[in-house]
Nanobody, 120 residues
């Protein structure tokens, strides 16, 4: 079955950087667009960034444009999210998902998440 395992979360000060990783298995990773989502307690999942199968033309939500970079390594069945200039409002649980844009309807198409906390 589909397995998506995120890693790389943690605590960082404002202005700092983190790189999240997500390894996918149980499906043809190279044939699947991938995204990163995030969720703040009490709110719904929000789409942050998406990347196509070959990695061209990534897309971002406005709040992270210029600060976050999504990339993928199909040989390593891994998608990454490089996060720079982190802000307290970036604090959330981050999930990778099998979609290019939007939140997938099925929970099986996203991972269990990794927590990112941005605080002084």
């Amino acid at each position: 079955q589909v397995q998506l395992v995120e890693s790389g979360g943690g605590s960082v000060q404002p202005g700092g950087s983190l790189t999240l990783s997500c390894m996918g298995s149980g499906f043809k990773f190279e044939n699947s667009s991938m995204s990163w989502l995030r969720q703040v307690p009490g709110e719904g999942l929000r789409w942050m960034a998406g990347i196509s199968t070959g990695g061209a033309g990534p897309r971002y939500t406005d709040s992270v444009k210029g600060r976050f970079t999504i990339s993928r390594d199909n040989a390593k069945i891994t998608v990454y999210l490089q996060m720079n200039d982190l802000r307290p409002e970036d604090t959330a649980k981050y999930y990778c998902a099998k979609t290019f844009q939007g939140v997938p309807a099925a929970s099986r198409d996203r991972g269990q998440g990794t927590q990112v906390t941005v605080a002084s």
